[in-house]
């Protein structure tokens, strides 16, 4: 069967429309080897963009690579590029023999590879078939394949065009002009789903101080971000492409200070699941019989795989990860001893996560009506307040950073540790190094509503007024690490 662009009617206008294309970018390049480009600021911005978005070390295929310095830049572990300008990719083998550069048409690529990381830097605009090219690249994903792309806004259409006629730009043919809207519903015509997407640079041309103002803090609030010059998205494949069928195991790590009432309840409602579920308490410090009280509860449930240590730090994010450390699952799972959340809605995350539809499962206390003394009037407007403030700062929507409540692969924690430099040791809670490292490595953030119940036993150890100080401290740095870089 064949496709819209191989028709007898249309094959030779796609045919045409390449040869040209290839002609004229084969005479941008033998012109820009005699002449100082305008456009160095432009694109050393990008590289910074790219490598806040891929980390070194990764497989990454650039589509349209042009001279090879963006993937050059992104230190690759495998970095090949493809274009279909002849002169474009000797002057990339010529500048970067470490990488692989072939010449391919980004309608018909023909590699078998699989990799990390995709880029199509500046390129659908110069494609005949976007929807096509789409489609192409499914076959170089595995399911946690992230596609990145940025192309002009249409807004600056009328600049480039007179910055081209004034021999201020690089020269370009009769560009397509798309909108984040209208690539989102092309990649999603293509199975693939859009995890953010955002704008950048407001002035394109070198001017020290002020590029620092205009693209690090003024392109990203509104109304000046609708007048930047790049739209960037990040996507994935929406399918799920792996074929292991084993059943996953699971831990469900349990942070318990002063819970000692709710401990019979843990072992009674604890739900199955996966190929096996650990149970991996991590007592704080309790001034109540808390520790005993799990030791009574192992010693009662032996056909139950459990774990039990004392916490020698101080704070619940302390705890996580000594409970993390001592997982033995390939899913790791919180759940607050209080039972303030539901043991019986775990089963969900669980389904949420091994389906493919997240890749970070973050329970969300504010979506159904709560039990009247489960949270106090003034801490959900606070809690409302901080998950639209941290969502627009993401770039993904997460309505409630403090429900205990959250689920992620094994796999993806050791990335989140591996990347932890990047943050510091700065999250008393825990929540934050695990959204903000998801966040980071642009995994499928999903939220999933819960029940919120009042705790049976005991009292809270939230402190109001302390932890929401600390709370404002978390935006302010989530803003310097996230959104103004």
Not at 10 to 20: E, S
Not at 50 to 64: C, N, R, S, T
Not at 454 to 473: C, F, Q, S
Request: glycine share 8%; hydrophobic share 40%; charged share 25%.
């Amino acid at each position: 069967m064949q496709s819209r662009t191989e028709t007898s009617e249309g094959q030779p206008k796609k045919l045409d429309y390449a040869k040209d294309r290839r002609h004229h970018w084969d005479e941008v390049v033998l012109k820009s080897l005699k002449t100082k480009s305008l456009g160095s600021y432009y694109h050393k911005r990008l590289n910074a963009i790219y490598q806040y978005i891929i980390p070194d070390g990764q497989k990454v295929l650039e589509i349209g690579c042009g001279d090879g310095n963006l993937l050059a830049a992104l230190k690759p572990c495998l970095g090949v590029g493809i274009d279909f300008s002849e002169e474009m990719i000797k002057l990339a083998k010529q500048r970067h023999h470490h990488l692989h550069f072939l010449k391919a048409d980004a309608h018909n690529i023909g590699l078998k590879a699989k990799f990390d990381f995709l880029i199509l830097s500046d390129l659908i605009n110069d494609l005949w078939d976007v929807q096509t090219v789409f489609d192409e690249i499914k076959s170089l994903c595995h399911s946690r394949t992230t596609v990145v792309i940025n192309s002009y806004s249409r807004v600056w259409e009328i600049p480039l065009r007179l910055a081209q006629k004034w021999e201020k730009a690089t020269p370009a043919k009769t560009q397509n002009w798309f909108t984040i809207d209208d690539i989102s519903s092309l990649l999603e015509l293509a199975d693939f789903e859009v995890l953010k997407s955002w704008r950048e640079i407001l002035c394109p041309l070198p001017a020290s101080f002020l590029n620092k103002i205009l693209d690090c803090f003024i392109a990203k609030m509104w109304p000046f971000h609708y007048m930047a010059l790049t739209n960037i998205i990040v996507a994935r494949p929406t399918i799920n492409l792996t074929d292991d069928k084993t059943l996953p195991k699971v831990s469900v790590i349990i942070p318990a200070r002063n819970e000692a009432g709710h401990i019979p309840s843990i072992f009674e409602r604890m739900p199955d699941m996966g190929g096996d579920t650990e149970l991996i308490f991590i007592e704080g410090g309790s001034s109540d019989d808390t520790y005993t009280a799990i030791e009574g509860g192992i010693a009662e449930n032996p056909a139950k795989s459990c774990q039990l240590f004392k916490q020698t730090g101080v704070g619940k994010g302390d705890a996580v990860r000594l409970g993390f450390a001592k997982a033995q699952g390939d899913i790791l799972m919180i759940l607050d001893a209080d039972l303030t959340v539901a043991p019986e809605d775990l089963p969900r995350f669980y389904d949420a996560l091994v389906s493919g539809k997240g890749e970070f499962i973050n329970g969300v206390r504010l979506v159904y009506p709560m039990e009247k003394k489960a949270m106090r009037f003034i801490n959900l407007l606070g809690n409302k307040m901080f998950g639209l403030t941290f969502s627009w700062i993401l770039g993904q929507t997460v309505k409630d950073t403090l429900c205990g409540t959250k689920v992620l692969w094994k796999d993806d924690y050791e990335k989140i540790i591996a990347n932890r430099g990047f943050f510091g040791e700065f999250d008393p809670f825990g929540d934050f190094d695990l959204i903000f490292g998801a966040a980071k490595l642009n995994l499928k953030i999903r939220d999933l509503p819960i029940r919120y119940s009042e705790r049976k036993y005991g009292t809270t150890n939230i402190a109001r007024w302390k932890h929401g100080w600390l709370l404002i401290k978390m935006v302010i740095f989530a803003c310097r690490k996230f959104k103004f870089i």
